[in-house]
Nanobody, 123 residues
Framework: QVQLVESGGGLVQPGGSLRLSCAASGRIFRIDSMAWYRQVPGNQRELVAGMSSGGTTNYADYLKGRITISRDNAKNTVHLQMNGLKAEDTAVYYC?????????????????WGQGTQVTVSS
């Protein structure tokens, strides 16, 4: 099993910044992709940003220029730096790890979600 612990959410004023972090622990040999999603009540969960183990990034078009994803493969952590936050960025942000291989002899890959961290942008 793999556990994800997210941190860094909270209340921030419009125009402010936040840095979200997610640490994966447990039986992990390798993780293919680490990503951040967000969800507003009543809406579908949507991709914010993702990064492969090789460093390839994928950003939601409408967030480009305001967010940066980074990861530390050795520590199995992923971070999301968010700048110029707007009220519409208010959501629960979820960390997801994809393609987790739990041992060198594993024959399958698994995906895991974090519990979510609330980001509220308000004055």
């Amino acid at each position: 099993q793999v556990q994800l612990v997210e941190s860094g959410g909270g209340l921030v004023q419009p125009g402010g910044s936040l840095r979200l972090s997610c640490a994966a622990s447990g039986r992990i040999f390798r993780i293919d992709s680490m990503a951040w999603y967000r969800q507003v009540p009543g809406n579908q969960r949507e991709l914010v940003a993702g990064m492969s183990s090789g460093g390839t990034t994928n950003y939601a078009d409408y967030l480009k220029g305001r967010i940066t994803i980074s990861r530390d493969n050795a520590k199995n952590t992923v971070h999301l730096q968010m700048n110029g936050l707007k009220a519409e960025d208010t959501a629960v942000y979820y960390c997801k790890v994809e393609g987790v291989i739990e041992s060198p002899f594993a024959t399958h890959k698994s995906d895991y979600w974090g519990q979510g961290t609330q980001v509220t942008v308000s004055s």
